[in-house]
């Protein structure tokens, strides 16, 4: 009877770290309202990596992905992107959408904090917005 215990508590400690948010995601913020705009921000801590490496990684991944580098500073470790063609408002118009990365050395590893706005009435889901997000932070990522 005390193994079955000690397995069932085992096994309901397991579902409980498997059902627990990355951080990425449980650090995902969401301000401002749908017809006004809104400001979409994220972070995560990655270990092992340095500023210049990460900078290199994000930069790299998000021009490949069709983000547009509007400014970038290696060494204060800022990339500002566009996403061109972004959608559309609820009036038809085509959204340019700004992202805006800040890497920062945390010891050993980096704070990566990723920032997008979207226009009012800008129709998205906030499932999507964290899945771009993070794979922003996953990009600065050893692989």
């Known amino acids: 009877m005390r193994k079955l215990l000690?397995?069932?508590a085992l096994l309901a400690m397991t579902g409980t770290a498997l059902a627990a948010d990355p951080p990425c995601?449980?650090?995902f913020k969401?301000?401002?309202k749908f017809m006004?705009?809104?400001t979409f921000t994220t972070w995560d801590v990655v270990p092992g990596v340095s500023v210049a490496t990460a900078f290199k990684r994000i930069y790299t991944e998000g021009t490949k992905s069709g983000l547009r580098v509007v400014s970038s500073d290696q060494g204060a470790g800022t990339i500002s992107f566009e996403q061109p063609n972004g959608g559309v408002d609820l009036a038809g118009a085509k959204a340019t959408l700004p992202w805006n990365?800040?890497?920062e050395p945390q010891g050993k590893a980096v704070k990566i904090t990723v920032t997008k706005t979207t226009p009012g009435g800008y129709s998205t889901s906030t499932d999507f917005q964290i899945t771009s997000m993070c794979a922003v932070i996953d990009a600065g990522r050893n692989p």
């Open 36 to 38: 006004t705009g809104r």
């Open 25 to 27: 995601k449980a650090n």
């Open 6 to 8: 000690a397995t069932m």
């Open 30 to 32: 969401q301000e401002g």
């Open 101 to 103: 990365v800040v890497i």
